[in-house]
């Protein structure tokens, strides 16, 4: 019996922010995610830089909420943390947006993440605890933002040899 690869297999970013993890919803987030079926081909912790911040939201640039936005991404109202998952599967894209509902929480359904765990500040800043890029090209533009090819469990896009000389902290 041969196994047939569906054309359909895509990876998609998703990030719980600071709200997410500062109301300690990381393990429900998780699991409600697990119930897609998909795989987790990379995880790690990131404090949100501002260079990181206005680079993910670029497309956001002109809206009037961009600021805020990026200080709430970069842990202003709670932690300076968020964990960043690569999710990999059929669908993934389509079936991570329809477990995390509608970026405002008020339209969400109640039962998706946003839905169930989000709210509107009364300042009018959506605390939506997750973020599921929303097309195959955001995705992929976001994942290589976030994430070095290393730092995944394999390689899901083209890779190229490259000679990097930089500082970096290292044990003693």
């Known amino acids: 019996m041969t196994e047939t690869i569906s054309d359909n297999i895509e990876q998609t970013l998703v990030l719980i ?21 998909l795989v ?30 990026i200080q709430y991404i970069m842990g202003a109202y709670h932690t300076r943390r968020v ?6 599967g059929e669908n993934a894209i389509q079936r991570v947006r329809h477990i995390t509902g509608d970026t405002n929480p008020e339209k969400a359904s ?13 300042s009018g800043v959506f ?7 929303s097309s195959f090209e955001d995705a992929k533009r976001e994942i290589q933002l976030w994430f ?12 190229k040899e490259e000679e990097v000389t930089k500082k970096e902290a290292v044990w003693k």
Not at 26 to 32: Q, R, S, Y
Not at 83 to 88: F, K, P, R
Not at 127 to 133: D, K
Not at 148 to 159: A, C, H, R, S, Y
Request: no cysteine.
């Open 17 to 37: 922010k600071p709200d997410g993890l500062v109301k300690s919803l990381t393990g429900n987030i998780i699991d409600k995610l697990s119930e897609s079926e």
């Open 40 to 69: 987790i081909v990379g995880a790690k912790m990131v404090s949100v830089d501002k260079d990181l911040a206005e680079t993910h939201y670029k497309d956001l640039k002109d809206q009037k909420f961009f600021e805020e936005l």
């Open 83 to 88: 964990l960043a998952l690569v999710y990999e």
């Open 110 to 122: 109640p039962t998706s993440l946003r839905g169930k765990y989000g709210r509107i500040t009364t």
């Open 127 to 133: 605390e939506n605890v997750v973020h599921a890029s």
């Open 148 to 159: 070095k090819p290393g730092e995944l469990t394999k390689v899901i896009f083209d890779t």
